[in-house]
């Protein structure tokens, strides 16, 4: 999704990543092997997955401003499924044209 938002809407700066909760500090290699998007390791001191109330596989979609204005589970929506697909991408895309 990465490629496909850089090249059809260079100038909105989405940027995607990861951010792994605390506690599993060891990752599982499955889970990014033939993927690029960056993964960031939660901390104490930073708490992200408390402080935004992340349910496991939740994408949290931040404005400008780093805060949180919306989420999108991958457990309840298939992104194989191109209208849940499009679904995401319409969020991410409202969100970065505020």
Excluded: C
């Excluded at 938002?5 to 889970?31: F, K, Q």
């Excluded at 935004?52 to 194989?80: A, K």
């Amino acid at each position: 999704m990465q490629a496909e938002l850089d090249g059809e809407y260079p100038d909105l700066g989405i940027a995607l990543l990861g951010v792994n909760e605390r506690g599993h500090e060891s990752g599982v290699p499955e889970m990014v092997a033939g993927r690029v998007i960056p993964f960031l390791q939660d901390v104490r001191k930073v708490d992200a997955w408390g402080e935004w109330e992340v349910t496991y596989r939740d994408v949290i979609i931040l404005d400008r401003d780093s805060v949180p204005v919306g989420v999108f589970n991958l457990t309840e929506h298939d992104l194989s499924r191109m209208g849940e697909y499009e679904e995401l991408k319409g969020m991410l895309l409202e969100v970065a044209r505020m």
